[in-house]
């Protein structure tokens, strides 16, 4: 048996497994958070052969109470009927893409890897490296096996809530994956308040991308991540965004290059921005 993949996917390795007959979970991730439905019309024109729908607001996301963040965590029950559903049990190769960059991609991977499903990577470029590798699409819309509930363990990835975090912010390393002008609070096309989390460290996570659009190489992720935390732990180090979405490619980013595996802060600046009691800093 092939040794699991647990961070990125290569298309040429994805193509030997399947050659090899494995069998591998594919889940389509892609999703536009200015138009919900993108995501969907995107795969029924076409996505890799045998890939099933993962939509970030259904399957990937919980209920919204208004205070707990665009893009909540689902309930871990609920999620492990939804990962039962696609197929995915212990032992079983899960693969995970969009045509983004990865972010979409990366919150299922966090989120199979919170349950405690370790054989679970990212496709290294999504689609157009599919492409690009000699790969086809697909407009038939792909028949799940389905399993039972995933038997989730105790949560295998670290979260903070926002307390936590608000009562811990001298201490702890806080990495913030929004693009630079969401950052410094010149713009703010999501949340109603701009800013972010005081003492959060700026890192968009577009920039742990080559030209390519593939991730880059894991010693440099480890140079430009050791640069930003100072000497900081991975067990010090906060990742959020804006919903809890884009900080997981960070975390993804992190783990691939071999520094460890950092918290989630879910909710992110929209669920922190939630509350005008919280503390907002702006500029750089």
Not at 136 to 147: D, I
Request: net charge negative; proline share 8%.
């Amino acid at each position: 048996m092939p040794q699991p993949f647990t961070t990125l996917v290569s298309a040429a390795e994805l193509q030997a497994l399947q050659a090899a007959g494995t069998p591998c979970v594919l889940l389509d991730c892609g999703f536009d958070l200015a138009d919900a439905e993108a995501g969907a019309r995107a795969y029924a024109e076409g996505h890799l052969p045998g890939a099933l729908y993962a939509r970030l607001d259904r399957d990937l996301s919980g209920a919204k109470t208004g205070r707990n963040g665009r893009h909540p965590l689902p309930e871990r029950t609920t999620f492990a009927a939804t990962a039962g559903c696609w197929g995915v049990a212990p032992g079983v190769q899960v693969v995970a893409y969009d045509a983004m960059g990865g972010p979409y991609a990366a919150r299922a991977w966090w989120l199979l890897r919170w349950l405690g499903h370790a054989e679970v990577a990212v496709l290294d470029g999504g689609t157009a490296a599919w492409r690009q590798a000699g790969g086809n699409l697909s407009s038939v819309a792909a028949t799940p096996q389905p399993r039972p509930p995933y038997p989730a363990t105790a949560p295998a990835m670290p979260t903070v809530d926002a307390d936590t975090l608000q009562a811990g912010l001298d201490r702890l390393r806080i990495l913030d994956a929004r693009a630079g002008e969401r950052y410094r609070g010149e713009v703010e096309p999501l949340d109603p308040v701009a800013g972010h989390i005081p003492g959060a460290t700026l890192r968009f996570f577009k920039d742990n991308l080559g030209s390519d659009g593939r991730f880059k190489p894991a010693a440099a992720l480890r140079a430009e991540f050791e640069a930003l935390l100072a000497g900081a732990g991975a067990g010090q180090v906060v990742q959020q965004c804006g919903s809890g979405v884009t900080a997981c490619h960070n975390l993804l980013a992190m783990a691939h290059a071999g520094l460890g595996v950092s918290t989630l802060y879910p909710g992110s600046w929209s669920e922190w921005c939630s509350d005008p009691a919280r503390p907002v800093a702006r500029g750089a």
